[in-house]
DNA sequence: ATGGCCGTACATTACGGA
């Protein structure tokens, strides 16, 4: 069972290089963020004609997310199940392969400039996500929560630590957040695998980030124990990112035992 | 310094992103 994350930064501006990569990718299940259409206008039928199953939470101009699986969805919610939320952030649904998965995609907040209203907004999301996250640990079962965290997790998870430090991605109240995700028993599945330093999944479009290696790592893959005993690996495709007209997001992709 | 982001929209500039 392989399972990705990609923010793709508008699956209309680049809808012929998200189809390649899909299809490089060879995942069972992708979680697609920043998708910046609404639910109607997202491209079911050309996905669903390559063998997908979709699910969208859509929104006009930004956000927007979507979860594609190759497997049948059921128990598909929108939205954190702890917060009113009128920005399209959160798709979760049950994954019916032969070990059923229940796969949440989400789009944290930004947060900058911080401190301020972005930031607090950032920081009740990641609270709602702790609940939600609770809740569903209670199951006991295969659980992946994936997406673009918005979130440096540590100083090596970045080039250049000083640039980022007043930086709402990498502040100490960003940090401790996502650590109490983790510390409820979910796991970064980069972190367990691979935990290599300096490894990246994002790079900004200014000053040939990519070309000088200038990325953070903000897209993460956090999994249930029931999950993490199946974890095989973590691949990071960074060649999405020198394909024409690319995210500035690559996928990031969990390998799971059958 | 010989170059210097991208996508969206009530668009020709403002904004959100990270």
Request: net charge negative.
């Amino acid at each position: 069972m392989r399972i990705a994350t990609w923010n793709v930064n508008s699956i209309k501006a680049r809808f012929p290089t998200v189809q390649e990569v899909l299809q490089n990718i060879d995942c069972d299940v992708v979680c697609l963020q920043e998708l910046k259409c609404e639910t109607d206008a997202f491209p079911y039928m050309e996905l669903e004609e390559a063998g997908w199953n979709c699910a969208v939470l859509g929104q006009k101009s930004y956000n927007g997310v979507a979860l594609l699986s190759k497997y049948p969805l059921e128990d598909v919610t929108k939205g954190l199940s702890t917060m009113e939320d009128d920005q399209a952030r959160f798709i979760e649904a049950l994954v019916m392969a032969e070990t059923p998965f229940r796969v949440g995609g989400l789009y944290l907040p930004n947060g900058n400039p911080a401190p301020g209203p972005k930031f607090d907004y950032k920081l009740e999301w990641m609270a709602c996500l702790l609940d939600h996250a609770r809740e569903r640990l209670k199951a006991e079962e295969p659980y992946v929560l994936c997406g673009d965290y918005n979130t440096i997790p540590t100083a090596v998870d970045c080039w250049d630590e000083t640039k980022w430090a007043d930086d709402a991605l990498a502040l100490p109240e960003t940090r401790e957040a996502f650590r109490r995700i983790k510390n409820l028993g979910m796991t970064d599945a980069f972190e367990i695998t691979d935990g290599r330093a300096h490894q990246y999944t994002f790079w900004d479009y200014q000053g040939g980030a990519f070309q000088k290696d200038h990325g953070i790592r903000i897209d993460h893959l956090l999994v249930s124990p029931q999950a993490a005993d199946r974890l095989q690996s973590v691949e990071i495709y960074r060649k999405a990112r020198s394909l024409d007209k690319p995210s500035d997001h690559v996928p990031v992709i969990g390998v799971f035992e059958d």
